[in-house]
């Protein structure tokens, strides 16, 4: 048994872990009932199965096939988003859609359907997934895709690895011109503003995300960040450097006395520097991801992320009601992110993207005090028809989750009996 | 410009191999032969490697690793497509060194196969690489072959019988283009090792050996431990004396 945790760092479940490296022997490998596990980049329990089994599938990083011509990739399911970047975007060819992380395998970007800075533009992962391999523990291999077997694919699309091991999939890129982006940032004040840029930028700007201040009064001023696939191919890419958190921190370092002094450093800093610049889609797409285990940071008792997205009607509303009552509880983060998604009816039975505006915040885990906090956002949630991101959730009641994916019912018949994880048992009941 | 190289990788569906030759398509190589012995994962590194590497030549052969005829057949078929300008020789298998003192057959094996193998596709491209006076070719040895120790001597005695052969052929090319290279890896955390690793073992991850075999083999050192901590490690190890070294449990 060894211990696994999940990216918020909640739990030190053991697990009996097994390793997926041969596409020719999965089958073979899902003998006890399991759950498939990539990077383990999910903050909650959805890619746990404490005291279980766990496949880990970070061997099967094989690319199967690539057509030049037509930028289509075929790779097994465990290739991580970094690898396809930087070997195709030399070639000009690029992920449509990627998460804040490269550091996620095909086969979780695709269970949890992810989405990125443009989903206006281009959707969700799933959007441009021409076809899967989906192997289930009772022998059947199914290959699905939007015209074959379409009730599996939108199953398992979004299906948080409960239909079956995906064991391959065939990927649509998107032509690039180069590794660099044409980016701006702009300050804004209030959300009423940020609801205008949003608005104003999103039929020219295909990339669009907002930091927010959660801390100031009043809530919701910020940055909104747009940016564009730069023409410019021929510049010298900026030399990565790597920080790591070292240790974990005795207590959490995100608290009450640090968060107000970085959030309005932040602010000043980056409204100092608002302004066009070129860059270079690593730092543009995953700012983080130089920070190894920046995770820890918040100590070991770890730390929540609360992902909701509400309809764009109430979106205003609900959002500034969800600031406020962050602010008041003193407890928010150093990433409160908010962004648009566009008028598109997710694929997945379970995707996560609908209409609206979706807002992303990190708390460090205080136990009751959090969970209260929870419960007011909670309350806002289910009043504006929203839902609750199941990639970042390790707490939310069983009703909520009902009444945000109204697709359950139907989900459940593909489920796969010989999986279950941490999250299918708290909130389906296996 | 880095000329374009040939490379022949033996034993080319472990971890280790399989992470150097994904270094290696990033150089943009112009040829890469693997040899292996099943065929079904070998075509799945093939096509991986020629998404990496499009423009190169990927072949896939398939012997039996103990027939040395086979053996010395295939290396002169190899020769026949132009010279090789490194040759990676890197199979092996982790034996139980319990069942191995229980069952001569399972010994033998694990002798065969760590030892006798390596060394007999070593002396087959050793001959081609003598007449072409070029090429650089690398077994991949292990610290286990440093000293017998009881928790995994069979295995350590064929890793050493491939080291001592090592320094014969360093010394037989001494004078000429050729080189030879003994690398060492530490436990290293590959499919080999998955159950090691379950118990709490700490292993090195393979794509930083492999990182560190490549860029061995590309400056021609004779011998490379990686990570490089094990040759601290080893010269400890190797001169402990008797009456302490009896009492670890290693
Ligand atoms: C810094 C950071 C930024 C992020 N930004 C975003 C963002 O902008 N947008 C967004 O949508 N998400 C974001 N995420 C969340 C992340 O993209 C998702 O959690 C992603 O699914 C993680 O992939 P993984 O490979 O780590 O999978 P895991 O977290 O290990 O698993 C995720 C789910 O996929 C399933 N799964 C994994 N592999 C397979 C397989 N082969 N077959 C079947 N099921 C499988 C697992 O069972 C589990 O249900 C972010 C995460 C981090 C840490």
Redesign the interface.
Known sequence: MVTINSWGRLSREEHNVVALSDRGQIQASLTTPGLAHGMGRSYGDVCLNPQGEIWITTGLDHFIAFDESTGRLVCEAGVLLQDIQRLMIPRGWILPVTPGTQLVTVGGAIANDVHGKNHHVVGSFGDHIKSLTLIRTNGETIECGPDQHPEWFSATVGGVGLTGVIASAEIQLRPVAGPWVDTETIAFDNLEEFFRLSDTSEAQWEHTVSWIDCISKGGGRGLFMRGNPADTKDRKAPKAGKLTMPIVPPVSMVNRLTLRPFNMTYYHLKKWQAKRELAHYEPFFYPLDNVLHWNRMYGPKGFYQYQSVVPREVGQDAVQAMLKEIARSGDGSFLAVLKTFGNRQPLGMLSFPQPGVTLALDFPNHGDRTHKLFKRLDAIVREAKGRIYLAKDARMPKELFEAGYPRLAEFIQYRDPGISSGLSRRLMGS | MKLKKKIAIIGATSAIAEQCARQWAKENPSEIVLVSRNQ??AE??A??L???T?DAVITNLQVDFLDAGQIQELIHQIYQSGNVDVALIAHGSLPDQEACQNDLVLCREALDVNGISPVLFAEAFAMQMQKANSGTLAIIGSVAGDRGRKSNYTYGAAKGLVAGYVQGLQHRFANTNVKVVLIKPGPTDT?MT?HL??S?AKLAPVDRVAAEVVRGIESGQRVIYTPKIWSVIMMVIRNLPHFVFKRLDI
Do not use: F
């Open positions: 079904e994962k799945r590194i096509s991986d020629k998404v990496r499009p499919p998955a690793k379950q709490g």
